[in-house]
Antibody, heavy 114, light 112 residues
Framework: QVQLQESGPGLVKPSQTLSLTCTVS??????????WSWIRRPAGKGLEWIGR???????NYNPSLKSRVTISVDTSKNQFSLNLSSVTAADTAVYYC??????WGQGTLVTVSS | QTVVTQEPSLTVSPGGTVTLTCASS?????????PNWFQQKPGQTPRALIF???NKHSWTPARFSGSLLGGKAALTLSGVQPEDEAEYYC????????????FGGGTKLTVL
């Protein structure tokens, strides 16, 4: 069965770039026509959709984050990644990677602090 | 900025029925918004329940059902169980020049 696992720094300084990777196991990221998405949940708040990518290279982003977000898929490594630039404390959250909203990683807490 | 609105909290008795709704600031929710519903319990990962308005995943209990109701997406729980106490989030799709998805603010369901 397909499983997802997020990885990356748990602490990022303000104004820097948050970079996370989601590793797909138990199946190929290239099989099917799934979207590979990132979602986050700040403490005390609800879920926020960040964006999604396809293995074709097509991407869609949350309009409120669009200027700072890049999501990409690396089929050779069976991974997809999130880059969020110019972070502030408001970007502190648990970040989840998902396959089409159906399969989720366990989530990783990223804190933005100096 | 599109806003998706859910009831902040609802309370239901065990064995009862409750309907959660999901409204869009852009107008009536239709099947073209492909409503999804998720359940999240404290300390756990969100779990998908419903996709494309009313379709269930293989793991979705039969007591959960999705529909469109009065211009909103709706999630109905019939025969509520204590383990259904959780937060529920809807997710709507917005097409157009910049396709994107938007989560509702979530509904905290208490079973009491």
């Amino acid at each position: 069965q397909v499983q997802l696992q997020e990885s990356g720094p748990g602490l990022v300084k303000p104004s820097q770039t948050l970079s996370l990777t989601c590793t797909v196991s138990g199946g190929s990221i290239s099989s099917g026509s799934y979207s590979w998405s990132w979602i986050r949940r700040p403490a005390g708040k609800g879920l926020e959709w960040i964006g999604r990518a396809y293995t074709s290279g097509s991407t869609n982003y949350n309009p409120s984050l669009k200027s700072r977000v890049t999501i990409s898929v690396d089929t050779s490594k069976n991974q997809f990644s999130l880059n969020l630039s110019s972070v502030t404390a408001a970007d502190t959250a648990v970040y989840y990677c998902t396959r089409g909203g159906e399969i989720w990683g366990q989530g990783t807490l990223v804190t933005v602090s100096s | 900025q599109t806003v998706v609105t859910q009831e902040p909290s609802l309370t239901v008795s065990p064995g009862g029925t409750v309907t959660l709704t999901c409204a869009s600031s852009t107008g009536a929710v239709t099947s073209g918004y492909y409503p999804n519903w998720f359940q999240q319990k404290p300390g756990q990962t969100p779990r998908a329940l419903i996709f494309s308005t009313s379709n269930k995943h293989s793991w979705t209990p039969a007591r959960f059902s999705g529909s469109l109701l009065g211009g909103k997406a709706a999630l109905t729980l019939s025969g509520v169980q204590p383990e259904d106490e959780a937060e529920y989030y809807c997710l709507l799709y917005y097409g157009g020049a910049q396709p994107h998805w938007v989560f509702g603010g979530g509904t905290k369901l208490t079973v009491l």
